[in-house]
C-alpha cells in the first residue's frame, strides 16, 4: 500500500507543477497572466512551482530507486 501511495502523490504533485508551470505561461502577445503583474506573486509563484515539481520528482525516486 505503501508503494501505491508514493506513486499517486509523486504523480499528483508532478502534475500539479506541470499544470502551475502551462498557467504561469505568458500569451501570444507576450504578457503575464493577470496573476503575475502583482508583486508578491513573483517571488510566490516560482517557489510553489519548484516545490512541487521537486516534490513529485523526489517521491517518484524513492519509489522506483
Known amino acids: ?3 501505491g501511495s508514493e506513486i499517486v502523490i509523486g504523480i499528483g504533485a508532478l ?3 506541470v499544470v502551475l508551470i502551462w498557467f504561469g ?3 501570444k502577445a507576450g504578457e503575464n497572466p ?3 503583474r502583482v508583486g508578491f506573486m513573483q ?3 516560482p517557489a510553489a512551482v519548484l516545490t512541487f515539481v ?3 520528482v523526489a517521491e517518484l525516486l ?3 530507486g
Request: cysteine-free.
Open 43 to 45: 517571488m510566490i509563484y
Open 54 to 56: 521537486v516534490i513529485g
Open 15 to 17: 502534475a500539479i507543477g
Open 1 to 3: 500500500m505503501e508503494l
Open 25 to 27: 505561461m505568458p500569451n
Open 62 to 64: 524513492q519509489t522506483f
Open 34 to 36: 493577470r496573476f503575475l
